[in-house]
T-cell receptor, first 111, second 113 residues
């Protein structure tokens, strides 16, 4: 599975959009991009995933560049409850359930 | 529907002891994975079980073992505990082996003294 690079930490004002970047320059054609988050003292929570098209669900939007070497997770209207560590993971869909977590980005949403 | 449940919530053991952690997946989910999360780091994959068979193993010593029961619940066993085994142990379930969306439980906080 390809390696990802994320900033260590980011701040965002409450009510504003939070844009979390992820670099995955060695991603292969059959690898998906996944995002999970972990709120303090809880288990990780699945957010969204995509292959090459942009994706949107009730939680977030995922924008993947045309060359698929980077992506951005967008939380359109961040709230204090979105303060968490956000993990970007790339993996082949047909693999086992193994997820390789990096250090992630600690997002602090401030009032 | 109940989410993934884990027991116990917290556990304190001493070096050399063994521990058994338990996980009940979401109803209908047949795959269970275990992760270890040391303070300040992301979770690390330990095992995956699907249909009661081991389908994946991370880079952990043989002191770590697991099994899955006919009802798809799972146990993680750790023998000869070391101080470095102190961590949050997370269980995740999914409907199929390769399913991308995994649902995590709240974890068991293990402290080894």
């Amino acid at each position: 599975d390809a390696k990802t690079t994320q900033p260590t930490s980011m701040d965002c004002a409450e009510g504003r959009a939070a844009n979390l970047p992820c670099n995955h320059s060695t991603i292969s054609g059959n690898e998906y991009v996944y995002w999970y988050r972990q709120i303090h003292s809880q288990g990780p929570q699945y957010i969204i995933h995509g292959l090459k098209n942009n994706e949107t669900n009730e939680m977030a939007s995922l924008i993947i560049t045309e060359d698929r070497k980077s992506s951005t997770l967008i939380l359109p209207h961040a709230t204090l409850r979105d303060t968490a560590v956000y993990y970007c993971i790339v993996r082949v869909s047909s693999n086992t359930g193994k997820l390789i977590f990096g250090q992630g980005t600690t997002l602090q949403v401030k009032p | 529907d109940a989410g993934v449940t884990q027991s116990p919530t917290h556990l304190i053991k001493t070096r050399g002891q063994h521990v058994t952690l338990r996980c009940s997946p979401i109803s209908g989910h047949k795959s269970v994975s275990w992760y270890q999360q040391v303070l300040g780091q992301g979770p690390q994959f330990i095992f995956q079980y699907y249909e009661k068979e081991e389908r994946g193993r991370g880079n952990f010593p043989d002191r770590f073992s697991a099994r899955q029961f006919p009802n798809y619940s799972s146990e993680l066993n750790v023998n000869a505990l070391l101080l470095g085994d102190s961590a949050l142990y997370l269980c995740a379930s999914s409907f199929r082996q390769e399913h991308n969306e995994q649902f995590f439980g709240p974890g068991t906080r293990l402290t080894v003294l």
